[in-house]
């Protein structure tokens, strides 16, 4: 409590002046209270005819308002009071963690930016790597048509070289220097004796010369001798003859005719010659038909295979028995027209042939 001046109380239209009086907290006691209650009743009651329960109620009544009062200046001072701590403790460092966040919050914003920029930018190259794939595809599409058709204007290619060859014929097996100086009067001169079934045939040569020599051709084998003959029945007669006389002798010599083929189609029938070998090494009889295709005949049934994985399969499916080559009993018709001097026809793949230099020429 403190200090009052005065303060009145009403009751029953009476008014009550006190004189100011003052309780300390050291003499706010239940004694004193009671002492001060005691004298100010008796006060009152010696002036007034009020009595003592108005009068308690009355003082009461001033107490709590006092009180009242001395809360709302004790609320006041101690809010004084935390707002002032606040401020000088608490105040700067919210204004730094404000400082903080707003850093905090601008890095944030700067980083969101440069996110949605990378968005866009994957975005882009998305786009530009579908546009890619897709263009890929449509190449590779092309680039597959492309294969396509190279290789058809290869097989058209190596056709018509082939029919350009087809009046053509090697000769393998005739050592060096046997023909002279004038290959063509040689091989007119010899073919009847060679092949008796032409001499009644009157064999036209246009040219005919060796194969020109490698580096790695080996000295030791005569090389090819290549003649190109006017007319296509002939080149027939002097095949199917020199089947029908297998061997044909030149002294000691053993003359072997082969049809004329481009590198292709030789690279084709040479795929053959292993698969074949086994297949004859078991009794089978085979053909190899143009431009590669192996003809088998086997227990009266003829089946074309046009790969040598074909032929392989020929032999897996039909179980047959795999014996060594060397004991195949081949028929020596065949082998003058289809079995190829491996040497010969790897120099052969690498000389220009007589109807390429006449094209070449017209």
């Not at 968005?119 to 790597?129: D, G, M, P």
């Not at 220097?177 to 060679?194: H, P, R, V, Y």
């Not at 005569?222 to 029945?233: C, E, G, M, V």
Request: contains cysteine; hydrophobic residues 35%; charged residues 25%.
């Amino acid at each position: 409590l403190t200090e009052r001046d005065s303060f009145s109380i009403s009751y029953d239209t009476c008014s009550l002046s006190f004189t100011k009086f003052a309780l300390s907290p050291s003499t706010y006691s239940s004694e004193t209270l009671k002492f001060q209650r005691s004298n100010v009743v008796n006060n009152v009651q010696t002036r007034t005819s009020i009595s003592k329960t108005d009068l308690d109620n009355a003082i009461l009544a001033g107490v709590k308002q006092a009180l009242v009062e001395q809360r709302a200046e004790l609320n006041q001072t101690v809010t004084a009071a935390v707002k002032a701590a606040l401020d000088d403790v608490l105040l700067p460092q919210i204004m730094d963690l404000r400082l903080e966040l707003k850093n905090t919050t601008d890095t944030i914003t700067s980083a969101t930016g440069q996110i949605e920029q990378l968005e866009k930018s994957i975005h882009r190259l998305q786009s530009r790597c579908d546009s890619t794939q897709s263009a890929a595809r449509h190449d590779r599409d092309q680039i597959n048509a492309m294969r396509l058709k190279i290789d058809e204007l290869c097989s058209k290619v190596a056709d018509m070289e082939d029919r350009s060859r087809r009046s053509n014929l090697r000769l393998v097996g005739l050592r060096e220097g046997a023909e002279g100086d004038n290959c063509i009067a040689f091989l007119k001169a010899n073919l009847s004796t060679w092949i008796p079934s032409v001499a009644n045939r009157d064999i036209k040569i246009e040219r005919a010369h060796r194969l020109y020599a490698d580096r790695n051709t080996n000295v030791s084998r005569p090389r090819t001798i290549i003649f190109k003959l006017l007319d296509y029945s002939d080149r027939q007669a002097i095949l199917n003859g020199a089947r029908a006389v297998f061997p044909v002798k030149h002294g000691t010599d053993t003359l072997r005719f082969f049809p004329d083929f481009s590198a292709d189609t030789t690279k084709k029938r040479k795929a053959f010659a292993e698969v074949r070998k086994r297949i004859e090494a078991s009794g089978i009889q085979t053909f190899l038909l143009f431009p590669a295709t192996l003809k088998i005949t086997y227990r009266g049934r003829q089946t074309l295979c046009r790969s040598p994985s074909e032929a392989e399969q020929f032999i897996l499916s039909n179980n047959l028995p795999c014996r060594s080559a060397s004991s195949s009993p081949r028929r020596g018709g065949e082998a003058s027209e289809i079995r190829m001097d491996t040497h010969q026809m790897d120099t052969a793949e690498h000389q220009p042939t007589l109807a390429t230099a006449s094209n070449i020429a017209s």
